[in-house]
């Protein structure tokens, strides 16, 4: 004989749904507007069959027997006829509970359906798992499934990530977060698949575009994401381009000019370009009001040993020897792949 169905006892996830169908009893019960201690005696065995099916891992049995005693608790309340109401109402829920049951036993009963911004932070959650595992493009294709739903929930009004997470306060780590993360990890996972970064430059334009008005080091973060993706996918004059409009649009800010240098000398796939690195990273440093001048000067004389000069690295050096405060940044972080 095989061997009989067992429901699992394992909790699953919240379902709405299915906690709403009871509630259904629940408002009936209210309509017979029972004095406090009454009305306590009945919701007190509603709330039990509540939590028994919120988020799954109950029993049909254990269920049945609570609707049994609440129809006979109700109807010593207030007698059969005056609890009409309540009983079709026990009735309609036990039916669809039956139907669901018919399908758990067949193995056709589908997980509940999840709210969108609930369904986002399963998947953002899954995603950190999956990069704590070294799964890098398996966390990727978690946090762009993500991203969708980030451009279906996000209004017009939300011009920024930080509206976005404002107006989705429950949500951890916030978008503003992760999204980080995600710029770098499709970086990373590319360098095994090309496809993500095909992945990486539409996720930075589509960020840009969802949030024009982003503080400006989001917009070098996500511009340099999208000169780097264009340079490893083969397409430079398009990457030039990019880095070229991002110094002209913030032209004090360093981080713009050390990733576009970064691609003439630091970069394990294609020959040094240092002269051209040199021009780049001399032209930050001509800006009085530049905002990180002590990172480019690393850079710069970091360019100079790889290029053999240590005169002129020792020289660069120098000038470092009272280092400045430097003002925390994002777009410094380094990824795997540059020769550095």
Known sequence: MPEEWQPTNEPGRYDKARVARVKLVEQAIERLRLPVVRFRKLNGILNALIMQIEDGGDS?????????????S????????????????????????????????????????????????????????LLNSRQTAAACDQWLAAWELVKRLATPAMRTVEAFDNAYP???????????????????????????????????????????????????????AEGEALWLLGRPAEAEAIYQALVVAFPDNAWGYIGWSDEYYLWRD???????????????????????????????????????????????????????????????????GKNQ
């Open 60 to 72: 049909p049995e254990v269920n049945g027997r609570l609707l049994d005693t609440l129809r006979a």
């Open 74 to 129: 109700v109807c010593h309340q207030v007698g059969p006829e005056r609890a009409t109401a309540v009983l079709a109402a026990i009735d309609t829920f036990a039916q669809e509970e039956a139907k669901r049951w018919e399908q758990a036993r067949a193995g056709t009963l589908l997980p509940p359906e999840l709210p969108p911004e609930e369904e986002l932070q399963e998947l953002v959650k899954t995603g950190y798992d």
């Open 170 to 224: 429950g949500l951890w780590p916030p978008v503003s977060n992760w999204c980080m993360d995600l710029e770098s990890e499709l970086h990373n996972a590319g360098l095994h698949n090309l496809v993500y970064f095909e992945h990486r430059l539409r996720f930075a334009r589509d960020f840009l575009a969802q949030f024009p008005d982003e503080t400006a080091d989001n917009q070098v973060i996500f511009r340099r």
């Open 270 to 336: 294609r020959p040094p370009n240092y002269r051209q690195a040199e021009a780049i990273l001399r032209q930050a440093l001509a800006r009085p009001k530049l905002d990180d001048r002590p990172s480019v000067l690393e850079r710069l004389a970091g360019l100079y040993k790889k290029w053999g000069k240590p005169q002129q690295a020792a020289a660069i050096l120098g000038q470092l020897a009272k280092p400045k405060k430097q003002r925390p940044f994002r777009g410094g972080r380094k990824k795997r």
